[in-house]
């Protein structure tokens, strides 16, 4: 069959029309099922939050302090026992005044008294996690990240070995009981190496989610998925934390509240069908037939008596020379093309996640009520991807991904010119930074999904998760500097930002276009003419001058 003859996915099932009740099913419940993921992520903002305390005195027996402690306000209490949160006055042997050296202190040898004004616990307050361990909070953030990694990682090759279908549901039950299992932790190490898990599964539910839908869906309908449903799914689950967490004020219960969703979503298995593209790619054709007419039914719409024929399927699926054929990650660097989009991805990827957690979790450091402040950085995230769905198909893909990179780092740098004094003025800047780079967030997912081919789709955007949890792993560290020196996570987060804005310009444009399948259908970056032949090259510069690999433009 000649090339002039092959049909593509969209065009073989366009019959289906954009919106019917299949597609409207589909989108809404693999849309809810992102909520989970949307507060998941983010739910350390309030169990692994540092109350205020201060040193225990040795007499007391409870961790809320003495009797006298307790009718005296907080603050006072503290200010009474030492200078800081981390030593105290030596008492006299009556334990009732300061030893007469004023100055002589020691260490909190009896532990520390936790304020309860914003929470009953939380893992800090329950294992001393304050002073010489405070290392092990964004210690334990970092290792959900580090599972995030690893399921970014393997859950690519799963998907596309096992299918989607398989590995979304499998991922959204061990999010759920791993959440269950950790309200049980006795221990820090036991929530850390539980966090892991959890961290594991909610990315690895959200990519598959991400590529089951969009796989279903025309291009109009895939855009909408992502942006409306998908990215709205998980901006409703991030908005949904606060509300929960100002009821529920004790770290154990919250985590119960967050996981006990995810077993609703087990009966759906019966409604949502394995990607049909993905059957073909597997060489299945009476299965992605079966998924076919089924929403068709759904839509009740008439389909063709024969949907896929043979030649024009496994040509369109398949490379012609083998029945079938397994790729692996090696195949992300196979091709010049497909080699430079993973590199670039990787990079931008990994500065997006970095700056978008990093400020997400800063929502207990930002002034003012840590409830408020974790609403308004969810209800931002929602109203962008409305705003992004709206420009998505008014400009070129590299230039928006550009324009809201390069505004987020601007607001983030100048940050540095605001004085001291105006802590209002910086976590203005800090939310309208938030909104550029929110848009980026939920826009890569879109970019990036019509940038990889179908055989290797979930493993090139499983490559690229798991580079944005080297970022997400990297963040807490860098707020947790933010002890030393306030200004300096905004300016690490607003340099990569403007970095990854430049990087962008380089992705080829994909609007109006349709999704590739095969790795030769996988589009080019931008074009530099070298000696009269058109070159796929990373350029460079060096005193003003462009080179590609070697030779001058």
């Known amino acids: ?45 309030f169990v692994s939050d540092t109350p205020e305390h201060y040193c225990r005195s040795p007499n007391s027996s ?54 309860t004004d914003k929470y009953t616990t ?31 990682f393997i859950s690519g090759h799963l998907s596309d070995r096992f299918g989607r279908k398989p590995v979304f549901f499998f991922t959204m039950i061990l999010q759920t009981v791993t959440a269950l299992i950790q309200v049980t932790s006795v221990s820090w190490v036991m929530f850390t190496i539980l966090n892991c898990l959890r961290g594991l599964g909610q990315i690895s539910n959200f990519i598959a989610s991400l590529v089951l839908g969009s796989e279903m869906l025309s291009k109009s309908a895939r855009v909408t998925y992502i942006l409306l449903g998908h990215s709205l799914g998980f901006g409703f689950g991030y908005a949904l ?30 409604l949502i069908p394995e990607s049909p593209r993905w059957l073909l790619q597997k060489g299945r054709v009476e299965e992605a037939e079966l998924v076919i007419r089924k929403a ?51 990079f931008i990827w990994i500065s997006v996640a970095m700056v978008y957690y990093g400020l997400s979790l800063n929502s207990s450091n930002l002034h003012g009520n840590i409830y408020l402040n974790c609403f308004i950085s969810a209800a931002i995230d929602i109203v962008v991807y409305v705003a992004t769905w709206l420009l998505i198909d008014r400009a070129p893909r590299p230039t928006l991904l550009f324009t809201t990179l390069m505004f987020c780092g601007i607001m983030l740098l100048v ?31 879109v970019f990036f999904t019509e940038l990889m081919p179908t055989v290797v789709r979930n493993m090139g955007l499983g490559i690229c998760a798991t580079a944005a949890r080297i970022g997400a792993i990297i963040c807490p560290y860098l707020l947790y500097m ?19 804005a430049a990087v962008s310009m380089l992705l080829p444009d994909t609007r109006n276009s349709k999704l590739p399948d095969l790795l030769i259908q996988t589009k080019h970056i931008r074009r530099y003419a070298v000696d009269g032949r058109t070159e796929f090259r990373f350029p460079f510069y060096f005193n003003g001058v462009m080179f590609v690999d070697g030779s001058t433009l």
């Open 122 to 152: 939380t893992i800090v307050s329950e294992w001393d996690l304050v002073c010489d361990n405070a290392w092990k909070v964004p210690f334990s953030t970092s290792f959900f990240f580090v599972g995030a990694l690893i399921g970014s």
């Open 296 to 346: 068709a039914q759904w839509n009740r719409v008439p389909a063709p008596e024969v949907i896929f024929r043979a030649g024009d399927c496994l040509e369109l699926m398949q490379n012609k020379d083998e029945e079938e054929q397994t790729y692996t990650y090696m195949d992300l660097m196979r091709t010049h093309n497909i080699r430079n989009i993973t590199i670039l991805g990787v």
């Open 62 to 115: 409870s961790r809320n302090g003495t009797e006298w402690e307790q009718e005296n306000g907080f603050h006072d209490r503290g200010s009474w026992m030492g200078p800081g949160s981390c030593s105290r006055y030596k008492l006299n042997e009556n334990w009732t005044e300061k030893a007469a050296g004023f100055n002589d202190t020691e260490q909190c040898l009896d532990g520390w008294v936790f304020s």
């Open 482 to 500: 933010g002890l030393y020196s306030k200004i300096l996570p905004y300016i690490i987060f607003g340099t990569a930002s403007i970095m990854a």
């Open 241 to 270: 934390l606060p509300l929960f967490a100002y009821f529920i004020r004790g770290w154990r219960m919250l985590l119960v509240a967050a996981a006990l969703p995810g077993f609703l979503f087990i009966p759906t298995w019966c």
């Open 1 to 45: 069959m000649s090339n002039g003859n092959i049909r593509d996915f969209d065009e073989i099932t366009s019959f289906l029309g954009d919106y019917g009740l299949f597609q409207i099913l589909v989108m809404v419940l693999l849309s809810v099922s992102t909520m989970p993921a949307g507060y998941m992520g983010v739910i350390v903002v």
């Open 415 to 445: 940050i540095k010119l605001v004085p001291e004094d105006m802590p209002i003025m910086v976590q203005v800047l800090a939310l309208v930074g938030k909104t550029g780079v929110s848009a980026a967030y939920c826009f890569i997912y």
